[in-house]
């Protein structure tokens, strides 16, 4: 896999000004991710991974170091990655179908030509029959497809997703999760995944970073080896089960200093 | 609870009640039942109080009960109706009410809106003016009316003015909680997609906000009219609150009465149409 690498973080720290003095949210965080890869980051809550995607989007100016997409700095330039926030962030006063073209619509696409690329695609990954539908008489799962459509069909390479299925129940989750593999493969995207649940981080990923806090820094970086594509079953293999507890002994090491400072 | 209680109570109350039920114990209380009426029956029973008190009025005047100099009667309220509609300028009076009415609503909602809205784009700006319009709120504004009145004239503007100064107060600040309660992360989600705030705002906050716009709607029909008649109160050539005003200071009470009641009437229809807008609009919202 010698793709060139699509986003690259280079040496960058954020700190934010509180009453009580300076609050070092990321320390040099470094990070190449090649084109096409899904990596994940997981971490206890508070080692700034929100941070990091905010400083991706260019919603946030980091106070140190590069954001690097394609070789081009895009550091603090908006509307270049495509950025799903934890929360779903329909808008309930637009049909379906009108809130997945979204991005598109910002661009200054012709809303009948956005609609007519977007209608196709929600039949396709199971939408079908909701498309007019306003978004409060749509199932958490069926809200976070939408959103996640809305994301995609906004046409950037790189795809950042904050804790997507955090809200949803086991099942709709692990559905979620094979559906979103689909969507992967099918659009080729560059994806940056978010997640508390480790193995939801080793199942979808090719690579996870495991982060600590007080600074939020990068511990390990680890390869996920394992062939796609997936089945369920591969949650049960020797490889996975080792992956899954190296990440957890990472997590849990990082966990006591929190309690320290705390 | 009940059910553990249920044993004991059983043995002490010894009623046949109890003991066939030993569960429901002795403090048992049923959901209380209110039993709908049929509509007819409703109906029936307000057009009969309507009409006891229509009546009970017109005995106690006419039995002197009721000094009908200053309460006046229904027989005469009646007379004096028909001679208001056939022979005096009632529609002008209506039409320079209504007119007065509906302008400052418009524009007073209109204002309103905007200014609230106009918030979103500078906090700096909306912390300053802030104080100002809180100030302008708790003023009873309808103490300026005097002074609008002699800036404005007795003519329309007037009253316009003053159901504007009614109105525009409610639609700001409403619209600006409208604002203040618009999610930080829908506005990272239009800024990750390269929105501008142009956009922005076309696209998030104004329909966002507009529940908010549209809750006004019907108090503001209110509070124009109050300050239209206010208006007229205070000096006017026209208008419902002129004739209420005239009719009182010269002890036509008949006719004090036949003018609150079209304004009454002219005020129900107002919110009427304002309520059907409201849903009208809501439904589009989806909210």
Same mark, same amino acid.
Request: some cysteine; glycine content about 8%.
């Given at each position: 896999m010698?793709?060139?690498?699509?986003?690259r973080?280079?040496?960058?720290s954020?700190a934010?000004a509180t009453?009580?003095?300076p609050?070092q949210?990321?320390a040099h965080?470094?990070l190449?991710?090649?084109a096409g890869?899904?990596?994940s980051?997981?971490?206890?809550s508070?080692?700034g991974?929100s941070?990091?995607f905010n400083i991706?989007?260019?919603l946030l100016?980091?106070?140190?170091?590069r954001?690097?997409?394609d070789?081009e700095?895009?550091?603090?330039?908006?509307g270049r990655?495509g950025?799903?926030l934890?929360k779903d962030?329909?808008l309930p006063?637009?049909?379906?179908?009108?809130?997945?073209?979204l991005?598109?619509?910002?661009?200054g696409?012709?809303l009948?030509e956005?609609?007519e690329?977007?209608?196709?695609?929600l039949?396709?990954y199971?939408l079908?029959?909701?498309e007019?539908l306003?978004p409060?008489?749509?199932?958490?799962?069926?809200?976070q497809r939408?959103?996640?459509?809305?994301?995609l069909?906004?046409?950037?390479?790189v795809?950042?997703?904050d804790?997507?299925?955090?809200?949803l129940?086991?099942?709709?989750?692990a559905h979620?999760q094979?559906?979103?593999m689909?969507l992967?493969?099918?659009?080729q995207k560059?994806?940056?995944?978010v997640?508390?649940?480790?193995?939801?981080?080793?199942f979808?990923?090719?690579?996870i970073?495991v982060m600590g806090t007080?600074?939020?820094?990068i511990?390990e970086g680890m390869p996920?080896?394992?062939?796609?594509?997936?089945e369920?079953?591969?949650?049960?293999?020797?490889e996975?089960?080792?992956?899954k507890?190296?990440c957890?002994?990472?997590?849990?090491?990082?966990?006591p200093?929190l309690?320290?400072?705390? | 609870?009940?059910?553990?209680?249920?044993p004991?109570s059983?043995?002490?109350?010894?009623?046949?009640v109890a003991?066939?039920?030993?569960?429901?114990?002795?403090s048992?209380?049923r959901?209380?039942?209110?039993?709908d009426?049929?509509s007819?029956a409703?109906i029936?029973?307000?057009?009969l109080?309507?009409?006891?008190?229509?009546?009970?009025?017109?005995?106690a005047a006419?039995?002197?009960w009721?000094d009908?100099?200053?309460?006046?009667q229904?027989?005469?309220i009646w007379k004096?109706?028909?001679?208001?509609f056939?022979?005096g300028?009632?529609?002008d009076d209506?039409w320079?009410?209504?007119?007065?009415?509906i302008l400052g609503?418009?524009i007073?909602?209109?204002?309103g809106?905007v200014?609230?809205?106009?918030?979103?784009?500078?906090?700096?700006y909306a912390?300053v003016l802030?104080p100002y319009?809180?100030?302008f709120e708790s003023m009873?504004?309808?103490?300026?009316a005097? %002074?609008? /009145?002699? +800036?404005?004239? *007795?003519?329309?503007t007037?009253k $316009?003015?003053?159901?504007? #100064? %009614?109105? /525009?107060? +409610?639609s700001? *600040?409403?619209?600006?909680?409208? $604002?203040?309660?618009l999610? #930080?992360d829908?506005e990272?989600l239009f800024y990750?997609l390269?929105?501008?705030?142009?956009?922005?705002?076309r696209?998030l906050?104004v329909?966002?906000c507009?529940p908010?716009i549209?809750s006004?709607?019907r108090?503001?029909i209110?509070?124009a009219?109050?300050g239209?008649i206010?208006g007229?109160f205070?000096?006017s050539?026209?208008?419902?609150?002129?004739t209420?005003?005239?009719a009182?200071?010269?002890y036509?009470?008949a006719?004090?009465?036949?003018?609150?009641?079209?304004?009454s009437?002219?005020?129900?229809i107002?919110?009427?149409?304002?309520?059907?807008?409201e849903?009208?609009l809501?439904k589009g919202?989806r909210?």
């Amino acid at each position: 896999m010698a793709s060139p690498t699509k986003l690259r973080l280079d040496d960058v720290s954020m700190a934010f000004a509180t009453p009580a003095g300076p609050f070092q949210a990321l320390a040099h965080v470094s990070l190449a991710v090649p084109a096409g890869r899904f990596i994940s980051l997981i971490g206890p809550s508070g080692c700034g991974k929100s941070t990091i995607f905010n400083i991706v989007a260019g919603l946030l100016e980091p106070t140190e170091g590069r954001v690097m997409i394609d070789g081009e700095d895009a550091t603090g330039t908006i509307g270049r990655v495509g950025y799903m926030l934890q929360k779903d962030l329909l808008l309930p006063w637009r049909t379906v179908l009108d809130n997945v073209i979204l991005g598109m619509e910002i661009q200054g696409k012709p809303l009948r030509e956005a609609r007519e690329r977007a209608l196709p695609l929600l039949r396709k990954y199971g939408l079908s029959g909701f498309e007019y539908l306003y978004p409060n008489s749509l199932s958490g799962g069926m809200r976070q497809r939408a959103a996640l459509l809305r994301t995609l069909l906004f046409d950037t390479d790189v795809i950042l997703l904050d804790e997507p299925f955090g809200a949803l129940d086991a099942q709709t989750k692990a559905h979620m999760q094979e559906w979103l593999m689909q969507l992967w493969s099918d659009f080729q995207k560059t994806v940056v995944f978010v997640t508390h649940d480790v193995e939801e981080a080793v199942f979808l990923s090719d690579e996870i970073h495991v982060m600590g806090t007080r600074p939020g820094r990068i511990l390990e970086g680890m390869p996920i080896p394992l062939p796609r594509p997936r089945e369920r079953s591969v949650t049960l293999s020797p490889e996975f089960v080792a992956i899954k507890e190296r990440c957890l002994t990472l997590l849990t090491a990082a966990a006591p200093k929190l309690e320290e400072a705390a | 609870m009940a059910v553990q209680d249920a044993p004991r109570s059983t043995e002490l109350s010894g009623m046949t009640v109890a003991q066939a039920r030993p569960a429901a114990g002795k403090s048992a209380r049923r959901l209380p039942v209110q039993k709908d009426w049929p509509s007819v029956a409703i109906i029936a029973t307000q057009i009969l109080i309507l009409a006891a008190v229509i009546g009970g009025w017109e005995v106690a005047a006419r039995a002197g009960w009721l000094d009908a100099f200053f309460w006046s009667q229904p027989s005469a309220i009646w007379k004096t109706l028909i001679i208001f509609f056939t022979e005096g300028d009632a529609w002008d009076d209506i039409w320079f009410t209504f007119r007065s009415t509906i302008l400052g609503f418009i524009i007073g909602t209109t204002a309103g809106s905007v200014l609230g809205l106009s918030f979103w784009w500078s906090r700096n700006y909306a912390a300053v003016l802030q104080p100002y319009i809180i100030c302008f709120e708790s003023m009873p504004k309808l103490a300026l009316a005097p %002074l609008i /009145i002699l +800036v404005f004239g *007795l003519g329309v503007t007037s009253k $316009v003015v003053i159901a504007i #100064a %009614l109105t /525009i107060v +409610v639609s700001t *600040l409403t619209t600006y909680a409208g $604002v203040k309660a618009l999610d #930080a992360d829908g506005e990272k989600l239009f800024y990750s997609l390269g929105a501008s705030r142009w956009q922005v705002f076309r696209k998030l906050v104004v329909p966002f906000c507009l529940p908010w716009i549209i809750s006004v709607l019907r108090v503001n029909i209110g509070l124009a009219l109050t300050g239209a008649i206010v208006g007229e109160f205070i000096s006017s050539q026209h208008g419902l609150g002129r004739t209420i005003f005239y009719a009182g200071s010269t002890y036509e009470i008949a006719l004090v009465w036949v003018a609150v009641f079209v304004l009454s009437t002219l005020a129900v229809i107002m919110y009427a149409v304002v309520s059907w807008l409201e849903n009208v609009l809501r439904k589009g919202t989806r909210q």
